[in-house]
Nanobody, 124 residues
Framework: QVQLVESGGGLVQPGGSLRLSCAAS????????IGWFRQAPGKEREGVSC????????YYADFVKGRFTISRDNAKNTVYLQMNSLKPEDTAVYYC?????????????????WGQGTQVTVSS
């Protein structure tokens, strides 16, 4: 059974850091790109970052560039999202997702497998 499980969310003060994890089971992440998305209350889901498996290329939304870093540990079958300098507007449920292939996709509709999400709240 293919499954993605996010963890690492929580409550953090503005300027703080969190590291999210996306652990895969039922398939090997070596051959799949992994994207991170987020959805805040009353807003549409938006892409945050993605890492390919073909060449390790990484992509970031403009609003997280310089603050977030995506990485993967294929030995642990896990992808991470290191989030620094967090802002209240980063508050959202964060999801990881995998498309059917090794390349990142811009459209969330092209991602076939999704985790259940982890809540990130940035507040003082």
């Amino acid at each position: 059974q293919v499954q993605l499980v996010e963890s690492g969310g929580g409550l953090v003060q503005p300027g703080g850091s969190l590291r999210l994890s996306c652990a895969a089971s039922g398939f090997t992440l070596d051959y799949y790109a992994i994207g991170w998305f987020r959805q805040a209350p009353g807003k549409e889901r938006e892409g945050v970052s993605c890492i390919s498996s073909s060449d390790g290329s990484t992509y970031y939304a403009d609003f997280v560039k310089g603050r977030f870093t995506i990485s993967r540990d294929n030995a642990k079958n896990t992808v991470y999202l290191q989030m620094n300098s967090l802002k209240p507007e980063d508050t959202a449920v964060y999801y990881c997702a995998a498309p059917s292939g090794s390349s990142c996709r811009r459209d969330s509709g092209e991602y076939d497998y999704w985790g259940q999400g982890t809540q990130v709240t940035v507040s003082s």
